[in-house]
């Protein structure tokens, strides 16, 4: 039972890890995507074609245990805003990917410390 425990611990820390990268690469991907694209300056249609079509393709990842979705989410996120020209791509990207990159490190940082206070709590 012991063995379970443990390799399950490893498993869920590799897990982690993989999400903590997997998750700001996406993002980063769907957002250089997204400005690519606005770059184009696409015709609204082609553009709504476009939004379904990336919308559709991230629906048939969204239950994967790979952090995939975030790139199709970011990709939709920008190319809205910057439809609007309500911003500089600039500022979107570093907003979206920063806000991110916040995000993860916040998380990691909770998945450190709260297996030890647990283990301190439990005593």
């Known amino acids: 039972r012991k063995e379970s425990s443990a390799a399950s611990d490893v498993y869920k820390r590799q897990m982690l890890i993989t999400r903590g990268w997997g998750r700001p690469v996406a993002v980063v991907a ?11 300056h696409p015709l609204p249609a082609v553009s709504a074609i476009l939004l379904v079509v990336i919308l559709t393709l991230g629906t048939g990842t969204a239950g994967s245990r790979w952090y995939v979705f975030p790139l199709f989410s970011t990709f939709i996120v920008l190319s809205l805003l910057l439809l609007e020209d309500s911003g500089t791509p600039a500022h979107w990207f570093v907003e979206r990917v920063g806000m991110t990159l916040v995000g993860v490190a916040l998380a990691l940082a909770a998945a450190a410390i709260v297996p030890r206070v647990a283990r301190r709590v439990r005593r």
């Open 30 to 40: 769907g957002a250089l995507l997204a400005i690519a694209v606005a770059a184009l």
